[in-house]
């Protein structure tokens, strides 16, 4: 079944898509920038292979996975339309047959089963309305022994970590972005997504109970955020 987007989430990113690459790499001092490409080294995606970019933002997962594999073909989903308005302007160098946008949810992927190589979501599950039920679907349109990476922060970090953690997120993250972003309460949102988040345990019983093996589960900077690298 296919879902309409949660309005009032991806309302919340078209607000902000303008501001939201230059506040992601100001407020994550660049660090973005290692994980992400570390995810797609993880993923190991070969020439040729259809990647699903879910919840691309502003495409800088797909963007990467290019520069790693020039022959990659790429599907971008993702509810907020100025986002991928976004990713679109940033991909000029992408021939567009390797590269594909759709407005969509992970809730109801317009997708048939085994239709891709390999997935990848950096920083959206957390915000999938059905938790399962987005990851039962990446899982569906994966081929059997195809390859998957997520990016996420979860709340695995020592005491200490996630004290300054939390401090930073709820007074500087949020000052700055909202005030950058001239927007009350999206960085509120997403700080509260971040610091809430479930916990790498809770999240490696969902994988396994939909099919998709966790091949490694990797700590990230202290554990701010985990890479999970999942095969079906
Ligand atoms: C924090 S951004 C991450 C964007 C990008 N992947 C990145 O790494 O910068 C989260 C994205 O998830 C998208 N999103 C929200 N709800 C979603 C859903 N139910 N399914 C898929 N994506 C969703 C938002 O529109 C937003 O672009």
């Not at 973005?32 to 800088?60: F, H, P, Q, Y």
């Not at 317009?110 to 979501?121: G, H, L, Q």
């Not at 059905?130 to 695995?156: C, H, M, N, Q, W």
């Amino acid at each position: 079944m296919q879902r309409t987007p949660d309005v009032n989430v991806s309302r919340m990113f078209n607000r902000i898509a303008r501001t939201y690459d230059l506040l992601n790499h100001i407020l994550s001092a660049g660090i973005d920038r290692r994980w992400r490409r570390k995810a797609i080294r993880m993923l190991g995606i070969e020439k040729g292979n259809l990647v699903l970019d879910c919840s691309a933002g502003t495409g800088d997962m797909s963007l990467c996975a290019f520069e790693a594999n020039p022959h990659v073909k790429l599907v971008l989903v993702d509810p907020a339309e100025a986002m991928l308005i976004n990713a679109d302007s940033k991909a000029s160098n992408i021939p567009p047959r390797q590269f594909h946008l759709v407005r969509g949810v992970a809730e109801g992927l317009p997708f048939a089963d085994a239709s891709f190589d390999c997935f990848m979501v950096a920083f959206g599950i957390r915000n999938f309305d059905d938790l399962d039920y987005g990851l039962s679907e990446l899982a569906r349109i994966l081929k059997p022994g195809g390859r998957g990476v997520i990016l996420e922060f979860t709340p695995d970090r020592s005491r200490l970590i996630d004290r300054i953690f939390r401090w930073y997120m709820n007074t500087i993250l949020i000052k700055v972005g909202n005030l950058i972003s001239r927007d009350d309460e999206a960085y509120n949102y997403l700080a509260r997504t971040i610091t809430n988040f479930l916990p790498s345990d809770s999240l490696l019983k969902v994988f396994a109970s939909i099919g998709l093996t966790c091949r490694k589960n990797i700590a990230l900077s202290f554990g701010i955020a985990h890479l999970f690298v999942l095969e079906k």
